[in-house]
């Protein structure tokens, strides 16, 4: 079974408009890591934010947020005031903490782009 | 600044040929990673390691083995390279982590290699 699922392949939006990205996740573990990652062309993969299972908030970065709901097992990120250098693939990961796994699992992305 | 870097940002060889992918980290991490980029299919891990000499398999470690000789190196050996090892390859590092941290992966920027 798929661990992390991002079922949006392909997103676009407008410049200055707010865009949500989704990221449902399927694990057992009540101890674990959600992350996102920014894949531009180039090629490297850029961190944007993080959310540990038992965090009470929902992470904030700038303008990334994550919309954590934990019982609905989804870690949605949002990026407010999109600007043309987001356009880019994004990855939605999670790391199983109680597993000793240290690698992360990583969904199959979703690439965003910013129409001027 | 964390700095992951890979010895080839593009590289071309033929079936049958030994490969060698380098990667090199400067924050004294103890945990690295190879994991194969493939559209559609996000990142999957090939191999990791949390020490020197030590490793673990991954995900997907058929076709692959990987050396850690020093801390800051881990390469990743394509035996006898296949046409199907066509992809973009990426390694990441990792502090072991502890109370609080996110166990966050910094990457380097990538090896595209092509096996013809």
């Known amino acids: 079974a798929q661990k992390i699922t991002q079922t949006q392949p392909g997103m676009f939006v407008q410049e200055k408009e707010a865009v949500t990205l989704d990221c449902t996740y399927d694990?057992?573990?009540?101890?674990?890591?959600l992350f996102w990652y920014k894949q531009p062309s180039s090629g490297e993969m850029i961190f944007l934010i993080y959310q540990g299972s038992y965090d009470q908030q929902n992470a904030t970065e700038g303008r990334y947020s994550l919309n954590f709901q934990k019982a609905r097992k989804s870690a949605n990120l949002v990026i407010s005031a999109s600007q043309l250098g987001d356009s880019a693939m994004y990855f939605c990961?999670?790391?199983?903490?109680?597993?000793?796994?240290?690698?992360?699992?990583f969904g199959s992305g979703t690439r965003l782009q910013v129409q001027p | 600044d964390v700095k992951v870097t890979q010895s080839s940002r593009y590289l071309v060889k033929r079936t049958g040929e030994k490969v060698f992918l380098e990667c090199v980290q400067d924050?004294?991490?103890?945990?690295m990673f190879w994991y194969r980029q493939d559209p559609g299919l996000g990142l999957r891990l090939i191999y990791f390691s949390y020490d020197v000499k030590m490793k673990e398999k991954g995900d997907i470690p058929e076709g692959y083995s990987v050396s850690r000789e020093k801390k800051e190196r881990f390469s990743l050996i394509l035996e006898s390279a296949s046409t199907n090892q066509t992809s973009m390859y990426l390694c990441a590092s990792s502090s072991p982590g502890g109370q609080g941290s996110t166990y966050e992966q910094y990457f380097g920027p990538g090896t595209r290699l092509t096996v013809t």
């Open positions: 924050m004294d991490h103890e945990n």
């Open positions: 694990t057992s573990d009540p101890s674990y890591g």
């Open positions: 990961a999670m790391r199983e903490k109680s597993t000793g796994r240290r690698a992360l699992t």
